[in-house]
């Protein structure tokens, strides 16, 4: 699969994207800034905006003495730019034909760094001896919008200083147009200077120029030989123009292109059908045919660098995916469970869950059966009067099981916090650096104090009783859609119970299990239910098993009574439950904060969608790169 020009600009810009995004996300994991690391300045500053629809080439014709550069840069520009002659005195400084407004968008001075820029005006300042490196520039509406075209020094010149400047140039530009001749492709000049390209790993074109021609087509490969054995050059493209000084003159000189290595003698068909191809228009070639290939060429040395498992995005990803997992550890220290075991947690009385119960259920009571429990529900109570208020004047005062359980639940809370504090001391003096500076705050004295007060403040403000009865009200009513047969089975004995009450409360006047037992000083207050079947009766109104005893409802629902039993200790289960999440949420959001849920954060990072887009970019970008060819890219 060839990669394109637009495939790698578009997998650019979504990694740009993302990396951004990615960035973001990594706030929380205190890791060094995207800006300031090498491979993201090549994607800002090279990548990406020579990767956009902005995108242009910097294509310096280079070469020795009086071999023409100047008319191929002629040509390359579309125009007569630079003077040509027979008997020119050589270019002492550079020149760039630029497209208009080009320099409105863009910093000349950060493209050809290590120049002094100078618009260019004299036609002859650019052969002007002078110690100064000077690049000349000027708008050409004739030149292509994405090439920037440069004339440069000779380099096979004695003069050092050119050799200097024609090192700064090849820095500067994307490709090399190396033009040669059949006396210049073997200098030593030419050959130092093209060395330092190849190992640059710069793309380079060959031109070779004033062929005499067809006879030099025999000639051309040998030349091409030597240079590339001699420098370590394998060029892009390679050219040949015959020597045709007024075609030079009038920009009508005729380029052919021709294969590397060239068609052998067994491959006369190929060779003969090259040969016969029509001429290419230079700046046509490097502006639109063969653009993004050289381009691609130009940056594939920033394209490793970027995909680079060592020193690249890869190197970025793997620091995220270790520094998160140090935030996994310390979250994984920072759960509930892990901080403490409670077990000492305080039972809730029966008696309440049973007034609850009741409750419920008589507001499931319909008809005749609702008013005669009512009634004496109410003839209970006024009857029992007189005992509750003796009691109250003269007994001892009476702690409610309701409060009992708040100061039990209250001591259990204490002793968790403390745990869950001692904890925390220890993972603050061996844990994980992350947590210290975290945890220091949070364990300081008047942290402690405070969220002790925060803690009392808000147990004391909770209403149990309607949170119990809540509880109850959704427990039952799943119990009624779970065991409707059952239900209509407890229901059927609420109705005997109101049949046979006038008896039983006689009977439980007696006994001490009816209202009077209330104030009989609540004799077996927390001995209610006892059997199931006492949970059964309580469940269908309270009279039942008292009245008729237990045969009567075993007879009809002997196998319901453990799914009773066991509804029953699923209250409990749910309520203590409610309660220790409750004190759970209360630490999370007094004494941790938002720490735990930054940690999971952190944690969760390499499972981003952020960080999967930049990853899946870069694989992309890897997986193009592996498939270009060694040298030539896109050919």
Known sequence: MQTTYSDCAREIARLYEALHQLERDCSVLRIDPLAGREWFELLTQKLRPQLSDDAYLVAAVV??????????????????????SPLASGTKHPVCLVPPRFSEDHHLSSIFTGFTLQEWTDPDAALREDETDYLFWQSSEKTAENLLVLDTPDIDSDAKVNWLR???????????????????????????????????????????????????????PLWMQTFCRETGVHPEYIYIAPNDRGAAESLELPFYEREWPAPTADNADDADQVHSSPPCDL?????????????????RGSLNQLTSDDEGVPAYLDEIRRRSSEYQSAAELLTSRNLTEIDNWPTLPNSLFVKEIRDWWSTQRQGWSSKVHGFYNSLGSGITWPFRAARDKFGTPRESAAAKYQHQEWEAILIAVERVLQRLQQFQELGSELLRPHLAQALSGS??????????????????????????????????????????VVKHLDVWAAAARPAVSIAFFVTG???????????????????????????????????????????????????IEAKFHRLHQAFTQQRVEWLAECLNQHLLGTLPAELQKAAAIPQSTSFQSVADSVASLSHRLQNEPEQQVLR
Not at 65 to 84: P, W
Not at 170 to 193: E, G, H, P, S
């Open 513 to 563: 299990f009816g209202p009077a037992g209330d104030a009989a000083a609540q004799l077996a207050a927390n001995t209610v239910l006892q059997s199931a079947a006492h949970v059964a009766g309580d469940v269908a109104g309270g009279t039942v098993v008292a009245a008729a005893g237990e045969t009567a409802l075993s007879t009809t629902a002997s196998t319901s009574a453990g799914y």
């Open 283 to 299: 700046s046509d070639v490097l502006s639109r045919l063969h653009f993004g290939e050289i381009k691609m060429r130009t940056l």
């Open 166 to 220: 024609a090192d700064k140039i090849r820095r500067c530009a994307d490709v090399l147009i190396a033009v040669l001749t059949q006396q210049k492709y073997n200098d030593a000049a030419v050959k130092q200077f093209f060395r330092k390209a190849a190992h640059e790993d710069k793309a380079v074109i060959v031109v070779f120029n004033q062929c005499q021609l067809p006879d030099d087509e025999s000639y051309w």
């Open 63 to 84: 070469g020795g003495t009086n071999l023409g550069k100047s008319v191929i840069f002629n040509h390359i520009a579309s125009c007569r730019a630079s003077g040509t």
């Open 447 to 488: 942290s402690r104090s405070e969220l002790l007060a925060t803690l009392q403040a808000e147990h004391e403000e909770r209403d149990l009783e309607q949170e119990l009865g809540k509880l109850v009200a959704d427990e039952l009513a799943s119990f009624r859609e779970e065991s409707p047969q059952f239900y209509r």
